[in-house]
């Protein structure tokens, strides 16, 4: 079940067992038997999960994988491009002044969870960045919630001259911020 992506939790273990006892005649298990169970098979073991959507997962069928690999390949004989032309970019949106939940040091006599204080700040950044096949990378693009620049940006810190900050009401891309990333582009990749 794990590898088609349905981990059972211990209930479900638990359900499983006590379906084939009950039409066996048997009566249930007992309330931590899964738990021992697990423990019992070496081959098994208690991880957390990560929830995957069933959308993406289609997308990672290999059938599919291998047939976009070869029109790739079809495309750059055909073509003549060369490996170090095929650039692979991405963006991430995070919420500034967000603190993770983590593991941290506290006094032994401490009861129960330590608290860490969240920064009311809550505005959006984006993050664009790109790289080619041979690990050359274009200098990052930044989206900022706001409507201006502001010089202490550029005056107060150790920002590289050749990354790019752009401002946008709510800190999210738009079709202007994605043509403006093109020619950010373009000016690093033309050789």
Same mark, same amino acid.
């Given at each position: 079940?794990?590898?088609? %992506? *349905?981990? +059972? =939790? #211990? ?6 067992? $006590?379906?084939? #006892? ?5 009566? =249930?298990?007992?309330? #931590?038997?899964? /738990?021992? *169970?697990?423990?019992?098979? +070496? ?10 959507? *069933? ?6 069928? +290999? ?51 330590? =608290?860490?204080?969240?920064? %009311? ?13 041979? %690990? ?12 201006? /620049? ?8 150790? *920002? ?14 738009? $079709? ?6 093109? =020619? ?8």
């Amino acid at each position: 079940m794990d590898e088609r %992506g *349905f981990a +059972p =939790k #211990l209930s479900d273990v638990e359900d499983i067992a $006590n379906y084939i #006892l009950e039409s066996r005649g048997a009566k =249930k298990v007992g309330k #931590l038997w899964a /738990h021992c *169970f697990v423990k019992r098979c +070496p081959e098994l073991k208690m991880h957390f999960n990560r929830v995957y959507d *069933f959308q993406r997962a289609l997308y990672e069928d +290999p059938k599919l994988i291998e047939e976009w690999f070869r029109l790739i390949s079809n495309m750059q004989a055909k073509y003549s491009i060369v490996d170090s032309d095929f650039y692979n970019f991405d963006e991430t949106s995070f919420m500034m002044g967000i603190i993770c939940p983590g593991m941290v040091v506290t006094s032994a006599e401490r009861n129960g969870r330590s =608290k860490t204080i969240q920064p %009311g700040n809550r505005e959006w950044a984006t993050a664009i960045i790109c790289s080619n096949e041979e %690990g050359e990378t274009i200098p990052p693009f930044l989206v900022v919630q706001g409507q201006v /620049h502001l010089s202490n940006w550029y005056t107060e810190t150790d *920002f590289p001259v050749d990354w790019v900050i752009k401002p946008t009401s709510n800190g999210w891309t738009n $079709n202007e911020i994605g043509l403006k990333w093109l =020619k950010h582009f373009d000016k690093h990749i033309i050789r």
